[in-house]
């Protein structure tokens, strides 16, 4: 394992003090929890926009705390999701009185430990609520399963729960904004390589040095498909037919595209990647609004990208253009 | 022995939770058929936090050393096994309310109130592929064992022998909770690391009443 | 090789359309040229800024352009500067009549191919000049070698020159600001594994399991020692100490400072390593005004990570403060 | 033959563009060794880009012939190579002027009118372990051929023996510019990749004339 870092158990610890030391105008750190807060939260009257899980995909999601996005950001260990106590704390932490929105990605742990966090916040006298975002189209959607897994779209969600909030809207309506977000993005992903996480000092899959693996979640959990390493072109393709098939997307559809990086791919590769992506929306008389290139959830040093789109209307596109002033999203 | 005073408990925590640390990248390797491989660090990690509890739970009653090792892991682990092996010890402790002391009839409440609070929680059942499928059979034995009027150490062996079972029907179910049902009929043939950490918990029992 | 690409030859072009399709609201193509160029360029009465050098350093420089720092980046191939006519049409592209000042990073090619660019744009009667950039202290400086190579420092260069530009300045004095700039940044990397080019398709170096390399330049040129991997403390401690007692740095100076990734590298491990440089400047008595981290100046999927520290004066601090909107670098 | 006409120069640009090519990955990894490892990519494209142009070069003067190719090279390279050879064949044929003819003595005068630029561009001199520890061996065997009226054919095996002794003599040096200088002493033994190239094209100018 090769890596930046002083000992493996320490990583999240100096992960969040290093934050702290570069960008003290957005973050402070919550004492004695692996959160990092907002230093304007809370806000007068504004409702708190709490995300999290485990850690490893940075920026997401303490990089998205920033006026216009999350009020605060809980931290678990690498690829593991946060223990309860400290997305209460986090929300505790953001209340102004107006409530607090959970953002969560759709896994059995943040799904359990954010629960627990709910049901906790009761007992505290702070309103909470959450929103599942569950975009990755690569798994099979059912009611007796988990269902499909959070990645990259869950970005969206937070730029458009957090303008809404900034906008002083109520927790019922910045929930109901976040729903909607879910119900029209739909993301899939694919990796070159694996990634190690430090505790365990070794990849968690191995993958031939001609194979790629289609729908590879942001954990390295198993994707669709192993095969040979194919052309940019084809791989975009593959991805995009299951992306647009899924809500379906159809022609006069107005979207947003996040094109985001795992890891170590170039951004020379994403671009490459968008340039398709394009030309697919394109044929298909699907027009692009926005797009967004560069690395919003990573898997730590995993070589891959995922694509996510996001299906627009007037209230989404107001939402999405408003400015934004994260330590990793800004928009001016 | 037949019934558990606070102290058993106590040793059945430590016991547990030094069994489970040496086996921890065990858990992570089975885990890592099925999942993202850190099963065995999250619960090692929730082991130490109940070791470093051990000296708290002196003099509390039963009830109260499964809920506070409960509490503990929750806090500690994190994932998808955090809260529900944390629900584990905090149902049972629960259950027992203020008894000073739990036998075999008592037991078998215990984990069947476990059991519903990790259905509950997981939203899940048996067949799922999940620790309940180890759980489950446990639970039942005891009920078994307790409406027979077995001793609490056939009550105990009858119970992990039933969740070593459970452990093993895993290897042919297709999961459909936690990250080991991306996995889908890939996983076919691997047991499930959170019904191999049940399993080990009642041989833990069942080795300390024998 | 394991890319998300296409042909490797076309990775250039295809990277500037997949840019252009992303990002139309800031960047247009030169037709028939490997330029980018502001879509507002050129702006009436204000300098150009024009950048440019070997490609796969994304987002350098292309992500750059923007108001407030570059309008135009000229691409060359993956890690060999661009020729004379691509710099010189991007000059005539941006210039308002007010003179273009071009930001070029110190090495042979990139030099040679921007003087002749300066040359052709006297006959065509544009004003251009150039300020070099040449921050990497892991290269000894002597007036007999080619000197120290750019780095990432060169991302301060275009911020500043970039605001003073915006503010109306004169050529002089957009090209003194950038030489002011010049002379008070210092950077120094570190490399953990190589990179691929992709028209060469294998390593262009090759690193041992527990092996990295300070001093390594952003096209995997050789550094200083090659030696076991040390904690992320122990390397960043060598690195600081090589850069801060090079001006030197002293107690009382106030400073950016830039933790850039260079590709591979996760943004966990970015953070770690500010944590130390925060560290290490506060016992030196030197404080930090500003602090980025993230990835600014690549070499495409190489893993390791370079420092650089900028002296401040009020009036760097001022035009540091201004705001931007590149593609890739935002400030609100 | 004594005198190098026009068609003799396209053949020589045709000549000198298919061995680059054929060398391509060669010059790659002697590059490799002390600088990025792309010059024979960087070469090579430009030679493509010669290759191109070589219908356009039929009937112009030697010197436009020699200019033109100099600027194809200048516009198609890039990197630190592109201008240096741009500027070899650009100032040689500027040194040409409208002669319709070149002979020993202007081929001296032209290669020491390249030799000049390149420095001058370059900043370098000979001894920097660059193509100018080619050129000037090379250049100056010209001169001297010329001064004792020596044949086309011996004046160009001198210059490209000379050539050849420059790129061996390379191995002992330590770089000072270009990207071969940041190796500083780790590339003592390794030859020049620029000064190969040059020997390269004495070379075929030494078998055209023989
Ligand atoms: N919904 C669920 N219901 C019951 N058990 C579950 C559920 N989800 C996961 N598990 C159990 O948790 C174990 C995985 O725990 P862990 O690795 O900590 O979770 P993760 O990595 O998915 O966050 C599985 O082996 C399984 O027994
Ligand atoms: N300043 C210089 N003066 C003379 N020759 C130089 C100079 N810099 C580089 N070279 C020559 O150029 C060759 C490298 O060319 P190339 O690989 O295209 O350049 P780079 O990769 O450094 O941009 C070297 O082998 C050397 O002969
Ligand atoms: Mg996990
Ligand atoms: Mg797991
Ligand atoms: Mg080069
Ligand atoms: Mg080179």
Known sequence: MKKLINAPENVVQEMLAGMVMAHPEYVRKLEGYQCLVNAQAPVAGKVGLVSGGGSGHEPAHAGFIGRGMLDAACVGNVFSSPTPDHFLEAAKAVDSGAGVLMVIKNYSGDLMNSQMAEEMAEFEGVKVTRVIVDDDVAVKNSTYTTGRRGIAGTVFVHKIAGAKAAQGASLDEVKAVAEKTVANVRSMGMALSPCIVPIAGKANFSLAEDEMEIGMGIHGEPGITRSKIAPADEIVSALMEKILDDIPFVAGDEVAVMVNGLGATPLMELYIVNRKVAEICAARGISIYRTFVGEYMTALEMAGASISVLRLDPELKALLDAPADAIAFKQC | ?210
Chains 1, 3 share one sequence.
């Open chain 2, 1 to 210: 022995m037949e019934q558990l005073t606070s102290q058993d408990f106590q040793c059945l925590i430590a016991g547990f939770a030094a069994n489970v640390i040496a086996r921890r990248d065990e858990l992570n390797e089975l885990d890592g058929k099925l999942g993202d491989a850190d099963f065995g660090t999250s619960i090692a990690g929730g082991c130490n936090a109940l070791q470093a509890l051990l000296p708290e739970l002196v003099g509390l009653a039963p009830g109260m050393v499964l809920g506070k090792s409960g509490m503990t892991l929750v806090k500690s682990m994190g994932g998808a096994s955090g809260p529900l092996f944390g629900t584990i010890f905090m149902r049972a402790g629960k259950e027992l309310g203020n008894q000073t002391e739990a036998g075999v009839a008592e037991l078998a409440r215990m984990f069947n109130a476990s059991l519903e609070g990790v259905k509950t929680l997981g939203k899940s059942d048996v067949g799922d592929k999940t620790l309940i499928d180890a759980l489950a059979p446990a639970a039942q034995a005891l009920s078994a064992a307790a409406a027979r009027g077995a001793t609490l150490a056939e009550a105990l062996a009858d119970a992990c022998a039933a969740a070593g079972q459970g452990v093993e029907a895993t290897k042919a179910m297709i999961a459909n909770r936690g990250r080991a049902h991306y996995v889908g009929e890939r996983g076919i043939g691997h047991q499930d690391a959170g019904a191999t950490a049940i399993h080990l918990l009642f041989k833990v029992f069942a080795d300390y009443a024998a």
